[in-house]
């Protein structure tokens, strides 16, 4: 039997194999094509991860997205060996795996330790690194190797959420400019946000790390549309501490809007999300409805938000058409009970060249319409001398 | 259950309250700057009469304090058995392990052969004497020692007192948080046979780092002793006034060596018993051992002699770590990088094979096991350790040892010995490197 007549043999003793290689059947490629294989599935695997992205996201198609992530789980199984020895372990493989569901997640954590990447790290044309948490001295890295195909990802999640009615609007970024900051996957997050959906008054009001509060009060004083303000949430803590020590208000045209990331933790002061949202209605004339809640990690390429600006519905986090989410208990790693806590753990086919299911370290909660975000799993309470150790382990052969 | 008291100042009586640790009520005063002053003061006003008391009345007095906790139907032992194991976490065996193990080296012998080993002529602590050159010399410990403790280890406290009698220096001790009865019950024994010796030290708790309260028992010490982690060592250290001496115990860890012809039962068994011993929180606590490649067994086989072993010392039914997340995102690392995992009885075994370095942030009670080509090359990785290694534990045959040893004695350790004795230090043993009493004193030379 000829090794191209075997695969064939192979692929019609399996009867999931149907389902899972229905890409290469449509696309005509072959498990077996050499050198060419890699290549030719990692296009197929984007075309059919861009479908998903674009996919009507009021009905999830479960067959596709199934078919997808099936197919980027053998070709991450395939390309990333540590990914690979991890399946080993639990016993899961492509031949076994029928359902996303069943695709093993990588911990989040493992972006500090190794480059989880399915193509040679100095390849990349981005890698994102996280912010530095606390526990860690070790930042996390995510590779990049297709940008096309990330921008793709960001941009029509955050047109529905916060630019509903399309069109294109000024976007004022309290962040610094990815130029500035090439390693932040939320600069390149609204740098891509500005150039699909921005006019030319758009601009970035972070330079060399400091709030240029004053040119941004100028800005916003003098725009005739509505604005859409973006940025993490403790720079607006800080925004909004300018504007009340200097006692400034400003009314916004109507239908302005904001987008706030990210948490409070480790700056110097903390206020609540409900704070911050009356400070901007308060302040800006941004009604609580117009003020969306992003929930992104450097480690992932698709993002969440809590609701659709103007809407007046309760807030929950809802995967875009490319993600879905599970939430699994810390311990057993099985979905938790209907509204029960866990860890979420998120299926990412944006994540084509890195990890697709991947376990994080915020724990979440199923509501109405979507999930809700519970913050970080609290640090253990380690007793005695060992407790540092951690620190004193770092430099251990 | 009876009250215990959470604190011991001789010959007064103070107000107080009750609080619940760990469901244990224990009585405690409200401590405030005044007090602090208050008995430092007092403390002080004993350090005369202490210092001319003979040295061998105090190793006397000690002994039979000893000797009677020894017993196990001694009241306060007995209280001490009930209480501690909910208040440290330990087992009752860990916990009846150590207060046997405390008490046993805190013998006359011992305590005679510590005093020799730290001074030449123990008498200097009881009077001018010759040194042997011929000139005259004596030894005083601080007027007041104020003694800082972290509650990983059972006894410390106790020790640390001990020696602070040694060296006839009154002391203020503030006990860990979690368990400050031991010292206190150690105390009124102490104070049964012998009040006048009692009455030189006391326990007053406060939280760790309150200022006013530590600033007024800094200004009254002459010495500062503290055990404690990274954090708490370096706060106090930046809150101390400039010329007071102080001895710092931070946090550190050990290893084992297992040397290729020793990867065996009987040695994963010393192995096992180093580990359970204090749950891998003392700084004696093998965190990791690197077993040598190319004998008739393959490292990975120690990971599941050892896991075997410690599933025999330590029952199952012992919580899980606390960190069920951390824990179970780094057994995926561990597994991504080909690792192997054995998990009884509350502890992980994890076998790694990669060259990657060690993570750092690893669970409460995980021990790690890696491959070495060549043990005698060991040492010289380790330096980047240098600071944070207290011991090595050794499994190799006699003939290797020598160089081994010469090569390892390098990292800035204070002890190499065998497996299986790494939580059974002598009392002698250098602790950080340092000596534990001569260090501490001052010396008055006498002419003419």
């Given at each position: ?37 890699g ?26 997205f199934n ?8 070709y ?19 031949l ?14 493992a972006?500090?330790?190794m ?21 860690e ?29 399309g069109?294109?609007?000024?976007v ?16 390149f ?39 859409l ?6 720079s ?5 501490d300018?504007l ?9 045209p ?22 911050l ?10 009604a ?45 790693l ?11 753990c ?30 970080r799993?609290?640090e253990?309470?380690v ?8 620190a ?6 | 259950?009876?009250?215990?008291n ?39 006003a ?38 501690l194991?909910?208040l440290?976490?330990f ?9 046997n ?21 123990p ?24 003694l ?6 059972v ?14 220096s ?41 200022v006013?309260v ?12 503290a ?15 400039p010329?007071?001496p ?36 003392g ?38 770590s ?51 080509e ?8 380790l ?6 290694l ?22 800035g350790i ?7 004795n790494?939580?059974?230090?002598p ?7 340092r ?14």
């Open positions: 039997m000829t090794q191209q007549a075997f695969e064939y043999w192979k692929q019609n003793q399996d009867p999931r194999r149907g389902c899972r290689h229905a890409i290469d059947n449509r696309t005509g490629s072959l498990d077996n094509e050499g050198g060419f294989r290549t030719s599935r990692a296009m197929d695997i984007t075309a059919c991860i861009l479908q998903q992205i674009n996919a009507d996201h009021r009905q999830p198609a479960d067959v596709e078919r997808a992530a099936l197919a980027l789980f053998e991450q199984h395939e390309h990333c060996p540590p990914y690979r020895r991890l399946c080993a372990q639990i016993g899961r493989t492509p076994n795996v029928l359902h996303w569901r069943e695709i093993p997640p990588i911990p989040v954590t972006y500090k330790w480059e989880v990447t399915c193509r040679p790290a100095a390849q990349a044309l981005r890698v994102f690194r996280s912010s530095g948490t606390t526990r001295a070790y930042r996390s890295r995510h590779f990049l190797f297709d940008l096309e195909l990330a921008k793709a990802a960001i941009i029509p999640a955050f047109r529905r959420h916060l630019v509903p009615e069109g294109r609007m000024p004022f970024i309290l962040t610094p400019s990815a130029a500035e900051m090439p390693d932040s996957s939320l600069a997050m609204l740098d891509t946000v500005v150039n699909a959906l921005g006019t030319a008054e758009s601009g970035f009001f972070i330079r060399n790390g400091k709030l240029e509060s004053a040119r941004l009060v100028t800005a916003l004083k003098e725009s005739r549309r509505p604005v303000l973006v940025g993490a949430s403790f607006f803590v800080h925004f909004f300018g009340m020590d200097e006692r400034v208000r400003i009314q916004l109507a239908g302005s809007r904001l987008m706030d990331t990210g948490g409070f933790k480790g700056k110097s002061k903390t206020v609540s999300r409900a704070e949202y009356r400070l901007c209605e308060d302040l800006l004339g941004i609580e409805a117009f003020c969306v809640n992003e929930y992104g990690m450097s480690e992932m390429s698709s993002q969440f938000y809590d609701k659709v600006a103007g809407d007046t519905s309760s807030r929950a986090f809802f995967p875009p058409p490319q993600v879905r989410t599970e939430i699994l208990d810390p311990i057993s099985l979905p938790v009970q209907e509204k029960g806590t866990g860890l979420l998120h299926f990412d086919l944006a994540n084509r060249d890195s990890a697709m299911a991947l376990l994080t370290e915020d724990l979440g909660r199923w509501t109405d319409g979507g999930f809700e975000l519970l913050g799993a609290p253990a309470q007793k005695g001398c060992s407790l540092l150790i951690d004193l382990l770092q430099g251990a052969p | 259950m009876k009250h215990l959470g604190f011991y100042v001789p010959n007064r009586i103070l107000a107080t309250g009750e609080i619940l640790r760990s469901g244990i009520p224990l009585r405690v005063p409200q401590v405030d700057p005044p007090l602090v002053q208050e008995v430092s003061r007092m403390l002080k004993r350090h005369r009469g202490l210092a001319g008391r003979p040295l061998e009345s105090i190793v006397e007095q000690i002994d039979r304090v000893s000797a009677r906790w020894l017993d196990p139907h001694y009241p306060l032992r007995r209280r001490a058995g009930k209480s194991p909910p440290t976490g087992s009752i065996e860990t916990v009846e392990g150590a207060l193990n405390l008490f046993r080296s805190l013998r006359k012998p011992s305590l005679q052969r510590l005093l020799s080993e730290e001074f030449s002529n008498f200097v602590l009881d009077g001018f004497s010759p040194t042997k050159n011929g000139a005259l010399t004596r030894a005083f410990g601080p007027c007041l020692t104020l800082i403790l972290s509650g990983n280890i006894g410390a406290a106790v020790e640390a007192l001990v020696f602070s009698l040694l060296i006839k009154p002391c203020l001790l503030k006990p860990a948080q979690d368990e400050p009865i031991l010292s206190v019950l150690w105390l009124e024994s102490l104070a049964e046979i012998d009040p006048n010796l009692a009455s030189c030290l006391a326990v007053l708790p406060w939280r760790g780092g309150e006013s530590e600033e007024t028992a800094f200004a009254e010490a002459e010495s500062v002793v055990y404690g982690n990274a954090a708490a060592i370096s706060d106090l250290s930046a809150r101390l006034p010329n007071l102080f001895s710092a115990f931070g946090p550190r860890f050990s290893v084992g060596l297992i040397a290729r012809e020793r990867i065996d039962t009987p040695t994963a068994a010393r192995a096992a018993r180093d580990v359970t011993r204090f749950e891998m929180r700084c004696l606590s093998p965190q990791i051992f690197y077993v040598e490649k190319g004998g008739k067994y393959a490292p990975e086989t120690f990971g599941a002699l050892l896991s075997e072993q410690m599933k025999r010392l330590q029952p199952e039914g012992l919580l899980p606390e960190d069920a997340v951390l824990a179970q995102q780094l057994r995926s690392v561990y597994l991504m990088r080909g690792a192997t995992l054995w998990s009884q009885a509350g502890h992980t075994v994890i076998f790694d094979p990669s060259e990657e370095p060690v993570l750092s942030s690893s669970p409460e009670r995980w021990v790690l096991v890696r491959g070495v060549d043990l005698l090359s060991l040492p010289e990785r330096h980047p350790l240098r600071g944070a207290q011991a090595v534990g050794l499994a190799v045959d006699a003939k290797r040892r020598p160089p081994l040893v010469e090569r390892l004695s390098l990292l204070s002890r190499i010995c065998p497996i299986g790494l939580q059974e230090p009392l002698t043993w250098h602790q950080d490197g000596l534990r009493l001569a260090d501490r004193v001052r010396w008055v030379d006498l002419e003419g």
